[in-house]
């Protein structure tokens, strides 16, 4: 089973940044399409940005010029670069992989963005 670990998260002021990282414990992740989701209380979780294997990029639009996700298939990571935070920002972040009927996430971890 692939266990993803991420780190990163933290308290920023408005405006600033942050560079969440997310590690695959296994070989699979270069195979695999890669995914940042966020949920902020009393909301469902939600589409950040996603990477697939090929390097075809999504973005939701609410980050779309501030947020940057890229990989490293040689380290099994995937990062987030999250520019110009906003107070909406504020969630707990997770990494997702996806790879044949895999379905997997990490444990999370939180941003929280200061007005």
């Known amino acids: 089973q692939v266990q993803l670990v991420e780190s990163g998260g933290g308290l920023v002021q408005a405006g600033g940044s942050l560079r969440l990282s997310c590690v695959a414990s296994r070989s699979i992740f270069g195979f695999s399409i890669m995914g940042w989701y966020r949920q902020a209380p009393g909301k469902q979780r939600e589409l950040v940005a996603q990477i697939t294997s090929g390097g075809t990029l999504t973005y939701a639009e609410f980050v779309k010029g501030r947020f940057t996700i890229s990989r490293d298939n040689a380290k099994n990571t995937v990062y987030l670069q999250m520019n110009t935070l906003k107070p909406e920002d504020t969630a707990v972040y997770y990494c997702?992989?996806?790879?044949?009927?895999?379905?997997?996430w990490g444990q999370g971890t939180r941003v929280t963005v200061s007005s």
């Open positions: 997702n992989l996806v790879h044949g009927i895999s379905n997997i």
